[in-house]
């Protein structure tokens, strides 16, 4: 395993990114690289996984990251990931997910859809500003991902009651401002288990799964239909 870490190429690309952006990113970002960055650390948390990805895509996919582990999870349950048309929901302010996904799928295979995106060029991934409700079209795909959507799950649980379709969701207990309890979170979780299991009489089935750096803290939840049903 390679741990991931900036060289000093790396900090120039990233200092110089930061400075061309920095006044697109929301307050609390700004703060956080105002008062508490440091180039000599690695962080896990969304927005940085997101620009790590985005600026250091090879690099980053070699590293023991949360991003990783979904996407080792996300191919074993979808070993014909290549072939899907896939649509990543709340991709945070840069898609750096599904900039990494692209890298090993059909090209153009992959949109994400955020309201808080930045709209940086990312090449191969489509950029939709919006927030993902239950008037969502997602006729023109075959496969709805997450990486810790928040309460966007609960919508793309529903949302998929009505038009099944494949999910892959890596869950977090985070729901609007709120950070679940563990009883909280357990109950939350079966409750959109228990309805996801109403799409079996189509044949799907619902799995949970625990990557290496989520255990007993939030599962990946796939809804996938069976072949030949």
């Given at each position: 395993?390679?741990?991931?870490?900036?060289?000093?190429?790396?900090?120039?690309?990233?200092?110089?990114?930061?400075?061309d952006n920095y006044d697109k990113?929301?307050?609390?970002?700004?703060?956080?690289?105002?008062?508490?960055?440091?180039?000599?650390?690695?962080?896990?948390?969304?927005?940085?996984?997101?620009?790590?990805?985005?600026?250091?895509?090879?690099?980053?996919?070699?590293?023991?990251?949360?991003?990783?582990?979904?996407?080792?999870?996300?191919?074993?349950?979808?070993?014909?990931?290549?072939?899907?048309?896939?649509?990543?929901?709340?991709?945070?302010?840069?898609?750096?997910?599904?900039?990494?996904?692209?890298?090993?799928?059909?090209?153009?295979?992959?949109?994400?859809?955020?309201?808080?995106?930045?709209?940086?060029?990312?090449?191969?991934?489509?950029?939709?500003?919006?927030?993902?409700?239950?008037?969502?079209?997602?006729?023109?795909?075959?496969?709805?991902?997450?990486?810790?959507?928040?309460?966007?799950?609960?919508?793309?649980?529903?949302?998929?009651?009505?038009?099944?379709?494949?999910?892959?969701?890596?869950?977090?207990?985070?729901?609007?401002?709120?950070?679940?309890?563990?009883?909280?979170?357990?109950?939350?979780?079966?409750?959109?288990?228990?309805?996801?299991?109403?799409?079996?009489?189509?044949?799907?089935?619902?799995?949970?799964?625990?990557?290496?750096?989520?255990?007993?803290?939030?599962?990946?939840?796939?809804?996938?239909?069976?072949?030949?049903?």
């Amino acid at each position: 395993m390679v741990v991931f870490k900036l060289n000093s190429n790396d900090r120039e690309k990233f200092i110089k990114f930061l400075m061309d952006n920095y006044d697109k990113f929301p307050q609390g970002v700004k703060d956080f690289f105002d008062n508490h960055f440091s180039l000599d650390e690695v962080y896990q948390f969304d927005f940085m996984a997101e620009i790590y990805a985005y600026l250091f895509p090879q690099k980053y996919m070699t590293d023991f990251n949360f991003y990783t582990c979904y996407i080792t999870c996300l191919f074993n349950k979808f070993p014909d990931l290549k072939e899907r048309k896939v649509l990543e929901i709340a991709s945070g302010l840069i898609p750096g997910l599904a900039y990494l996904i692209e890298k090993i799928i059909k090209p153009n295979n992959i949109s994400c859809m955020d309201p808080r995106l930045l709209n940086l060029p990312v090449r191969g991934v489509k950029q939709i500003k919006n927030k993902f409700t239950m008037e969502t079209d997602i006729s023109p795909y075959d496969l709805l991902i997450a990486h810790c959507p928040c309460e966007a799950f609960e919508v793309i649980v529903n949302r998929v009651l009505e038009e099944p379709k494949d999910i892959c969701i890596q869950t977090c207990r985070c729901y609007g401002d709120e950070y679940l309890s563990d009883f909280r979170f357990r109950r939350y979780i079966i409750k959109q288990i228990i309805k996801l299991e109403k799409l079996q009489k189509y044949g799907y089935y619902v799995d949970t799964t625990y990557t290496p750096l989520m255990i007993n803290e939030a599962p990946v939840i796939t809804l996938k239909r069976e072949k030949n049903v």
